[in-house]
C-alpha cells in the first residue's frame, strides 16, 4: 500500500511538471519503488525483462525526471528521496489502525523522525542524513 501512495505521488508530481505517463514509465517507477536497484543499468536489465522494447535511453530520461522532482536521489541511489530541506507535499502517509491517515510533507516527516529519534536518545548533536524504510511482508498487521 506504501508503494501505491507513493507511485501515485510520484505520477502526479511528473504530470505537474508536463510528463506524460506512459506505460514503460510506470514500469520503470515500479521497479525503482519495488526492487532494490543500484544504477540505471540494473533498472534497465529488470525493465528489459519485463518489456523487451524498453530502451537505455526510456530508463536515463527517467531516472533524470524523477531526480529533477525531487523523488529520487543518486546520492541514496534511487531510493525514495528524504530531505529536511525538500519541498514534496506528499511525502509520507501514515495510515492509523482506526483508518485514518495523515499525509506528511517531506518538512513534517523530517520532523516526526528527528523528534522521535531524540524522545528515545539515539540522536545527540546530528542530522538525519536519509531514511530507508523496509516494507513489511506480514500477513497481520501488526508489523
Do not use: H
Not at 519485463?50 to 529533477?68: F, P, Q, S, W
Amino acid at each position: 500500500m506504501k508503494t501505491q501512495m507513493q507511485k501515485e505521488m510520484i505520477l502526479e508530481k511528473l504530470k505537474e511538471n508536463g510528463c506524460r505517463i506512459t506505460r514503460q514509465r510506470k514500469l520503470i517507477l515500479d521497479i525503482i519503488l519495488e526492487e532494490d536497484c543500484n544504477c540505471c543499468k540494473e533498472i534497465f536489465y529488470k525493465a528489459s525483462k519485463k518489456d523487451e522494447c524498453i530502451g537505455a535511453a526510456t530508463v536515463y530520461r527517467m531516472v533524470n525526471m524523477l531526480e529533477e522532482i525531487g523523488a529520487i536521489s543518486r546520492k541514496n541511489m534511487y531510493k525514495v528521496a528524504y530531505s529536511p530541506n525538500c519541498l514534496l507535499e506528499n511525502a509520507c502517509t501514515v495510515v492509523l489502525d482506526d483508518e485514518s491517515s495523515y499525509n506528511l510533507s517531506a518538512k513534517e516527516w523530517n520532523e516526526v523522525i528527528r523528534r522521535g529519534l531524540n524522545a528515545c536518545g539515539y540522536l545527540k548533536d546530528q542530522g538525519i542524513e536519509s531514511v530507508t524504510i523496509a516494507g513489511c511482508e506480514c500477513e497481520e498487521k501488526t508489523c
